[in-house]
């Protein structure tokens, strides 16, 4: 059976094969299932939002940068093989970014 920071380096390596390089990307959560078969984890990343055109300063809206908001994906991996059978969108309260 795998331990927990070999879940991590998993979830983090199938991360960053899919999306390539994530800005702060961080585990937020960990946890062994029930019955010792899979981890669960959870990381977070920085996305940028662009903001949606204002009628009355179009111009100012496309070179406005957007604003960033944490985004959170819960990976799924094998306890046993260290293998990600999931990975899904994870909701938790948006932190506005500092």
């Given at each position: 059976m795998i331990?927990?920071?070999d879940a991590v380096a998993a979830a983090t390596a199938y991360m960053k094969e899919i999306y390539g390089t994530l800005p702060g990307l961080l585990v937020e959560e960990i946890e062994l299932e029930e019955g010792n078969?899979?981890?669960?984890?959870?990381?977070?990343?920085?996305?940028?939002?662009?903001?949606?055109?204002?009628?009355?300063?179009?111009?100012?809206?496309?070179?406005?940068?957007?604003?960033?908001?944490?985004?959170?994906?819960?990976?799924?991996?094998?306890?046993?093989?260290?293998?990600?059978k999931y990975m899904k969108i994870r909701t938790l309260p948006s932190v506005p970014r500092a």
């Open positions: 331990g927990a920071k078969q899979y981890w669960l984890v959870t990381m977070g990343f920085w996305q940028t939002v662009p903001e949606a055109p204002q009628p009355t300063n179009q111009l100012a809206a496309l070179f406005s940068a957007g604003s960033t908001k944490r985004v959170y994906k819960e990976l799924k991996v094998d306890a046993h093989q260290g293998v990600v």
